[in-house]
């Protein structure tokens, strides 16, 4: 299911860079909710900005793209609980 030969026809064969047009940018980030360019490298450090799918407010949180435990946004068990009202958030989850 994974668009693997549109992902690659997308890289750059020289410079090995991917240059996605604006809609798929576009798609991406609607979807997400989250910035297309990410962090050329992501740390412990960073975070990004999550909106709870649960809260009425639609209330936002920071979340490290990188856990020790494996739940960070940029990792694959990645799970968050809201502080506002204890939901948890995974990627199966649609984030607003």
């Known amino acids: 299911m994974f668009p693997l030969l549109e992902v690659a026809s997308l890289i750059d064969p020289i410079s090995l860079e991917m240059d996605p047009p604006e809609a798929a940018r576009d798609a991406f ?6 910035s ?3 962090p050329v490298a992501t ?4 975070h990004l900005k999550l909106k709870c799918p649960c809260c ?6 920071d979340w490290p793209w ?3 435990d494996g739940t960070g946004w ?3 068990d990645f799970q968050a609980q809201c502080p506002h009202c ?3 958030v995974n990627h199966e989850v649609r984030l607003h």
Do not use: C, I, M, W
């Open 29 to 34: 980030e609607r979807v997400t909710r989250a």
């Open 36 to 38: 297309y360019d990410s």
């Open 43 to 46: 740390g412990r450090e960073e």
């Open 56 to 61: 009425p407010n639609e209330s936002d949180f």
């Open 66 to 68: 990188l856990k020790e």
């Open 74 to 76: 940029a990792q694959r």
């Open 86 to 88: 204890s939901h948890t």
